[in-house]
């Protein structure tokens, strides 16, 4: 028996109803009354957060509460420090490639006169 033959079987059952005494008849209707307000009211209040994120009480609660947002931090400053170092590292290497490609050696860099030299040279362009 598949999903639509099931479900169609429980409603024809269901729509022939079943014989209770009156007193249990009245009884049912409130409960059931008192569902479909509880129901409204909370679809009215995002039922759906508290499926998702849970009741916020126990370990659960506190995991989600205190430790998930901890994790996120720590995890989000080591990537960015992270990022930082290669970063960095990526900077020497280049200067350091620089440095060693080019046609002067690297004792005229330490000169204090070639490095007023290139100031100057770089304030008049």
Same mark, same amino acid.
């Given at each position: 028996?598949?999903?639509?033959?099931?479900? !169609?079987?429980?409603?024809?059952?269901?729509?022939?109803?079943?014989?209770?005494? =009156?007193? $249990? +008849?009245?009884?049912? #209707?409130? +409960?059931?009354?008192?569902?479909?307000? !509880? @129901?409204? #009211?909370?679809? +009215?209040?995002?039922?759906?957060?508290?499926?998702?994120? /849970?009741?916020?009480? /126990?370990?659960?609660?506190?995991?989600?509460?205190?430790?998930?947002?901890? *994790?996120?931090?720590? /995890?989000?400053? &080591? +990537?960015?420090?992270?990022?930082?170092?290669?970063?960095? #590292?990526?900077? $020497?290497?280049?200067?350091? &490639?620089?440095?060693?490609?080019?046609?002067? =050696?690297?004792? *005229?860099?330490?000169?204090? /006169?070639? @490095?007023?030299?290139?100031?100057?040279? *770089? #304030?008049?362009?």
């Amino acid at each position: 028996m598949n999903e639509m033959q099931f479900g !169609h079987r429980i409603r024809q059952l269901l729509t022939q109803g079943t014989k209770v005494r =009156p007193d $249990v +008849a009245r009884r049912l #209707a409130a +409960a059931r009354m008192r569902a479909l307000e !509880h @129901q409204r #009211a909370e679809v +009215a209040g995002l039922a759906w957060a508290d499926n998702i994120v /849970g009741r916020m009480g /126990g370990w659960g609660g506190f995991a989600l509460r205190v430790l998930l947002p901890i *994790a996120l931090l720590v /995890g989000s400053g &080591a +990537a960015l420090y992270g990022w930082q170092q290669n970063r960095l #590292a990526a900077e $020497v290497e280049e200067i350091d &490639a620089q440095l060693l490609t080019d046609d002067l =050696p690297i004792d *005229a860099y330490l000169d204090r /006169g070639f @490095q007023n030299w290139l100031k100057k040279r *770089a #304030a008049d362009e």
